[in-house]
């Protein structure tokens, strides 16, 4: 199958993502935006451009049979869907493939099995993965709940069967809240997902999530691409992503990776896919989802493993043999990902819109910026406040570490409040630089008080430096000349 063009359905730093590569293959590209994202990078980015609507998403970038006209109109042979939006809408991908144009992610049936939570767990029970203690089966009884609660013990988790992003979920630390809190995920589940089915799983206390990323084609070869680290979130949801994680074995590393592997071959994946998992503080390591769709924090497994993940999608989607085995891949150093939100660190991580009248990326050697934003523009409050995303490599962990936070001074914005600062604090934060956290990380160490007396400390080491600097200028201006 030839694709000599690709529309993206998607906007920002991930359309840009995805044209790159398109773009390095020779194929034609096409930007789609709403009526606030006329002058937006990724639209100048590609060859061609539509306006698809109104600026809330439900308005443009949401509208799938529009964007269907679009690439049919424009004769494009197929649609990548980035992430968020539509990416993991089976419908949609089925409705791109009716109409005779390449979906580039999995087939729909893997979407609607792997998109909610108990038909992923059931896919993939004749694999002996390890599972979160608990049930897979919907539940709204009360009283059933509680007995199945005190079966598997508290602290438990009620989860939304169709859920994501933290949305629908809550941890129930004892009998008498259970009733309130399975009222409030049931309500929450519906109101995000129009689904209320919720279910309940043993709450595992202290632990890491670790995902792997998996890539396969249409004759049988599926791969894994090794594990990211993302235990550093805020409201359920990834800040600072790694590869490789500090904790695991190679040993471990195999395991998980062969799980993952068998994951993918449940719902016969096709195309780029990660499989989450929970590692408890045993390092026992259990299944939680599947992502049918590219991540957010794919660059850091492009770094380490010298693979560009989206050429491979388009690869597969063309037809391809993936021409990657598992043998062929290692690791190669360490990469860190700091997901640049518009958001306030300091008053709860609040979306932070305005106009960017000074921003400034990082540059040099080890350091990528997946952007979406230039200087000048103002931040729309229709989508999601992801800015960019800043991604270093390094040998070593230390060494990535450390060109990060180097970066992070480098990195210049001004006319909103972002999560630079946040990524500094955790650069600087004991815990993170040992690798002995989890997914408490903010909830344990971080809080506004604590970034405040970090800017204190830092400007009164700047301000020393500046006094030393002083002092031995004034030296220099009194040594007698011969």
Known sequence: MKIKKILVANRGEIAIRVMTTAKKMGIKTVAIYSTIDRNAPHVRFADEAVCVGEAPSNKSYLLGDK?????????????????????????????????????????????????????????VKAYDIPMVPGIDEAITDVEKAKIIANDIGFPILIKAAAGGGGKGMRIVNKDAELASQMKLAISE???AFGDGSVFIEKYVSSPRHIEIQVMAD?????????????????????????????????????????????????????????????????????????????????????????????????RVARGEVLPIKQEDLTIKGHALELRVYAEDPLNDFLPSVGNLSTYVLPEGKGIRVDNGFEQGMDIPIYYDPMLSKLIVYGDTRE?????????????????????????????EHEAFRSGNFDTHF??????????????????KIAALIAVKQHIQEQHILRLPTS
Do not use: W
């Not at 419908?91 to 609607?112: C, H, L, R, W």
């Not at 550093?232 to 190679?250: G, W």
């Not at 060494?399 to 970066?407: D, G, P, V």
């Not at 903010?442 to 400007?459: H, R």
């Open 442 to 459: 903010v909830k344990k160490y971080y809080s506004p008080e604590a970034l405040k007396k970090q800017y204190e400390e830092e400007a």
């Open 399 to 427: 060494e990535a570490i450390e060109l990060l936070s180097s970066a992070l001074d480098d990195y210049k914005v001004v006319g909103a409040q972002t999560t630079l600062a946040f990524g500094k604090f955790v650069c």
């Open 67 to 123: 964007i269907i006209a679009v690439a049919k109109e424009l004769h494009v042979d197929a649609i990548h869907p980035g992430y968020g939006f539509l990416s993991e809408n089976a419908a949609f991908a089925k409705a791109v493939t009716d109409s005779n144009i390449i979906f580039i992610g999995p087939e729909p049936t893997a979407i609607e099995i792997m998109g909610n939570k108990l038909a992923a767990k059931d896919a």
């Open 218 to 314: 249409n004759y049988g070869n599926t791969v894994h691409l090794f594990e990211r680290e993302c235990s550093i979130q805020r409201r359920h949801q990834k800040v600072v992503e790694e590869a490789p994680s500090s904790v695991l074995t190679p040993a471990l590393r195999e395991a998980m990776g062969t799980a993952a592997v068998q994951v993918a071959k449940a719902c016969d994946y096709r195309g780029a896919g990660t499989v989450e998992f929970l590692l408890d503080d045993q390092h026992n390591f259990y299944f939680l989802e599947m992502n049918t769709r590219l991540q957010v924090e794919h660059p850091v497994t492009e770094l380490i493993t010298g693979v560009d993940l989206v050429e491979l999608q388009i």
């Open 189 to 191: 589940a519906t109101a």
